[in-house]
């Protein structure tokens, strides 16, 4: 477990906080200020909304009935006459027009949902298992399964309450239904549109380097973020923290998915101390887990682990390193002998290249985090620049190494980012490309053909 200041700590005095370098200019620590801790129950409600799947469908689906209700219930509920006109129908002529549409839009259903499965096996095998996150999560694909939805309950709905409404009913509901319809067929395009985008392989890299550079802005502040604070007492008496765990009966178990800080930072100040998370965000806690350590008065157990929030996967708004290990997936399990696609570990490392720059013209991130009076009050682990190269290039170097396209593109990646990192960052970067060298040696291939080249072998 990391120290007081954190494997991200800013250096001491006479550093300078500014892109590119490791800290700040000051006779003190370098921490948070409590308004970069802002916006995560924000972040934390739009994760879970746009993970869920069945939320969307589901208010379409009530949706449709409700204007089946106000369709047939048009002249009692005072609703204007908008939709009176319409073609000369029967009430049968309606009602079988209605029912093709309903039984239409079931079969239509049953289509979209098995090409998803498809996309889903096709995606899980040739890319990663982590990117079929980005299959739940897309917008398009809840709008077709619920617009088809809407179309199947309004038909089926309109059916049963428009048997006592009269025939003036009829040309009204097939305005609406056909309506539907037309929508349902527009959106399937786009549905359609949007699977055969995330069958290739290029959009898929290029929409998880986008979440995972929206999520390394957040976790690498720019130098106003930070504030002189003085040491924190984590790690000097560690035998007054009283240490709180997660229950033993198994009720709170999971992956630590985020961490409210303002809200811990309020219990801290309140109890005169600093907490301390013991836990990694990303990492999965099992039952009585020790999570947080707290000098000073302890608050409820249950107000401390309310800030923590808990679920079955990693998520992406308070842990940029799972979308790095996103793209490293993929890489690795193109350079498998089963795949054995080198051009698509070198399209993953141009995106490493960018978010790896990224994090390079940004301070270090600080471990600690200040209230607004200049104390810190929450100190947790941090991602180190060393930690980000790691998760990055070894595992791309160990399976790639025996591959001159993607050792050349490994080398001018390194190349880039030693031009943009400044100096206490550089010494990783040599060691792994001469690691890489040696490893390519030893596989085989000649030094002659092993130069920087950002496009492989073009």
Same mark, same amino acid.
């Given at each position: 477990?990391?120290?007081?200041?954190?494997?991200?700590?800013?250096?001491?005095?006479?550093?300078?906080?500014?892109?590119?370098?490791?800290?700040?200019?000051?006779?003190?620590?370098?921490?948070?200020?409590?308004?970069?801790?802002? *916006? =995560?129950?924000?972040?934390?409600?739009?994760?879970? $909304?746009?993970?869920?799947? +069945?939320?969307?469908?589901?208010?379409?689906?009530?949706?449709?009935?409700?204007?089946?209700?106000?369709?047939?219930?048009?002249?009692?509920?005072?609703?204007?006459?908008?939709?009176?006109?319409?073609?000369?129908?029967?009430?049968?002529?309606?009602?079988?027009?209605? *029912?093709?549409?309903?039984?239409?839009? #079931?079969?239509?259903?049953?289509?979209?949902?098995?090409?998803?499965?498809?996309? /889903?096996?096709?995606?899980?095998?040739? %890319?990663?298992?982590?990117?079929?996150?980005?299959?739940?999560?897309?917008?398009?694909?809840?709008?077709?399964?619920?617009?088809? $939805?809407?179309?199947?309950?309004?038909?089926?709905?309109?059916?049963?309450?428009?048997? @006592?409404?009269? =025939?003036?009913?009829?040309?009204?509901? #097939?305005?609406?239904?056909?309506?539907?319809?037309?929508?349902?067929?527009?959106?399937?395009?786009?549905?359609?549109?949007?699977?055969?985008? #995330?069958?290739?392989?290029? +959009?898929?890299?290029?929409?998880?380097?986008?979440?995972?550079?929206?999520?390394?802005? +957040?976790?690498?502040?720019?130098?106003?973020?930070?504030?002189?604070?003085?040491?924190?007492?984590?790690?000097?008496?560690?035998?007054?923290?009283?240490?709180?765990?997660?229950?033993?009966?198994? !009720?709170?178990?999971?992956? /630590?998915?985020?961490?409210?800080?303002?809200?811990?930072?309020?219990?801290? &100040?309140?109890?005169?101390?600093?907490?301390?998370?013991?836990?990694?965000?990303?990492?999965?806690?099992?039952?009585?887990?020790?999570?947080?350590?707290?000098?000073?008065?302890?608050?409820? !157990?249950?107000?401390?682990?309310?800030?923590?929030? %808990?679920?079955?996967?990693?998520?992406?708004?308070?842990?940029?390193?799972? @979308?790095?290990?996103?793209?490293?997936?993929?890489?690795?399990?193109?350079?498998?002998?089963?795949?054995?696609?080198?051009?698509?570990?070198? =399209?993953?490392?141009?995106?490493?290249?960018?978010?790896?720059?990224?994090?390079?013209?940004?301070?270090?991130?600080?471990?600690?985090?200040?209230?607004?009076?200049? &104390?810190?009050?929450?100190?947790?682990?941090?991602?180190? +620049?060393?930690?980000?190269?790691? #998760?990055?290039?070894?595992?791309?170097?160990?399976?790639?190494?025996?591959?001159?396209?993607?050792?050349?593109?490994?080398?001018?990646?390194?190349?880039?980012?030693?031009?943009?990192?400044?100096? @206490?960052?550089?010494?990783?970067?040599?060691?792994?490309?001469?690691?890489?060298?040696?490893?390519?040696?030893?596989?085989? /291939?000649?030094?002659?053909?092993?130069?920087?080249?950002?496009?492989?072998?073009?």
């Amino acid at each position: 477990m990391p120290g007081p200041q954190g494997s991200g700590r800013a250096p001491g005095a006479g550093a300078t906080l500014t892109g590119g370098s490791d800290a700040v200019t000051q006779p003190e620590l370098a921490a948070l200020r409590a308004e970069a801790a802002r *916006g =995560h129950r924000r972040a934390r409600l739009a994760e879970r $909304l746009s993970s869920n799947f +069945w939320m969307i469908p589901a208010l379409l689906l009530a949706a449709g009935a409700a204007v089946a209700v106000l369709t047939v219930q048009a002249a009692r509920l005072g609703v204007p006459h908008v939709l009176l006109g319409g073609p000369p129908v029967t009430p049968g002529e309606a009602a079988g027009v209605l *029912g093709i549409v309903a039984s239409a839009t #079931l079969t239509f259903l049953g289509v979209v949902f098995t090409l998803t499965l498809v996309a /889903l096996q096709l995606a899980s095998s040739q %890319l990663s298992p982590r990117v079929l996150r980005m299959f739940v999560r897309s917008g398009v694909t809840k709008l077709a399964f619920g617009i088809l $939805l809407a179309t199947f309950s309004y038909a089926v709905a309109f059916l049963a309450l428009a048997a @006592g409404a009269g =025939h003036r009913a009829d040309p009204r509901g #097939l305005v609406v239904a056909m309506a539907l319809v037309c929508a349902s067929l527009i959106l399937f395009v786009r549905f359609a549109a949007r699977i055969m985008k #995330l069958l290739q392989v290029d +959009w898929v890299i290029t929409g998880v380097a986008e979440e995972t550079r929206k999520a390394l802005r +957040w976790y690498f502040p720019a130098a106003a973020a930070y504030r002189p604070a003085a040491p924190p007492a984590a790690g000097r008496d560690a035998a007054e923290a009283a240490v709180v765990s997660l229950p033993a009966d198994g !009720r709170r178990i999971g992956v /630590l998915q985020g961490v409210d800080h303002r809200r811990l930072i309020r219990l801290a &100040r309140r109890a005169g101390g600093e907490i301390e998370l013991l836990a990694r965000v990303g990492e999965y806690l099992p039952a009585g887990a020790a999570v947080l350590a707290v000098r000073g008065q302890v608050p409820p !157990r249950t107000a401390l682990l309310r800030c923590l929030d %808990l679920g079955r996967a990693r998520t992406l708004y308070q842990d940029p390193a799972y @979308g790095l290990r996103q793209l490293v997936d993929i890489a690795i399990q193109a350079l498998s002998p089963a795949v054995n696609q080198p051009t698509t570990a070198v =399209h993953v490392i141009d995106r490493l290249e960018d978010l790896v720059l990224r994090v390079a013209g940004r301070p270090a991130r600080s471990s600690l985090i200040a209230d607004a009076g200049g &104390r810190v009050r929450v100190v947790q682990p941090a991602l180190t +620049w060393e930690e980000c190269l790691d #998760l990055a290039f070894t595992e791309i170097t160990d399976y790639g190494a025996s591959s001159v396209q993607v050792v050349r593109r490994l080398l001018a990646a390194y190349d880039a980012i030693e031009a943009a990192a400044g100096p @206490g960052r550089r010494d990783g970067l040599a060691r792994r490309r001469a690691a890489l060298l040696d490893r390519s040696a030893d596989g085989g /291939l000649a030094p002659a053909s092993l130069r920087p080249d950002p496009l492989g072998l073009g």
